[in-house]
């Protein structure tokens, strides 16, 4: 399937006034990048990342880290892009989701690192329901895994540092 017609319907919780609706992921991540202004062969990364539920962590780690270089960031990809990427980690294998409600955030392990999403203001979102688990008091790493986040984002093209490395 092309990631451009990617969609996921957000688990709602039960008192929430929405019901769950079909989301196309690709067109809210375009816009993201749009505002950082990114690149074609980010763009292509972020393609190629998608196919992967570790891809779509990884691709949501980069967004975020972007977001402080530009202080104008459309988060609307934030929310579609952690439920595909949970979808995804399970169909794949690639990641595990776990969701502590106490913190507000949705982390994912992964091969390569641990990343966490604070998802605390989308409070209609049932996250205990998007997530493998549900873990209160999870123990996160704390590492910063934005200085690597293009360098992630890239691996999904086997493209080597030195070609998308600007001086």
């Known amino acids: 399937m092309n990631v451009e017609e990617y969609t996921v319907t957000i688990p709602r919780e039960e008192d929430a006034a929405d ?74 294998e690639t990641a595990t989701s776990i969701y502590d409600p106490d913190e507000g955030c949705v982390y994912f392990e ?20 998007v997530a493998d688990e549900v873990q209160e008091d999870y123990e996160w790493s704390g590492k910063d895994n934005q200085t690597w986040a293009l360098d992630w984002l890239m691996d999904f093209l086997d493209v080597p540092t030195d070609q998308y490395m600007v001086d």
């Open 19 to 92: 019901e769950p609706e079909s989301v196309k992921v690709w067109p809210l991540v375009e816009s993201a990048l749009d505002t950082i202004g990114a690149d074609p062969s980010t763009r292509d990364a972020a393609r190629a990342a998608m196919e992967h539920g570790d891809g779509c962590v990884v691709l949501g780690n980069y967004l975020n880290s972007e977001a402080k270089r530009v202080h104008e960031m459309d988060y609307r990809f934030k929310v579609p892009l952690v439920v595909l990427a949970a979808e995804q980690a399970r169909e794949d």
């Open 110 to 129: 992964t091969e390569v690192s641990q990343f966490s999403f604070h998802v605390y203001k989308d409070w209609t979102v049932d996250w205990s329901e």
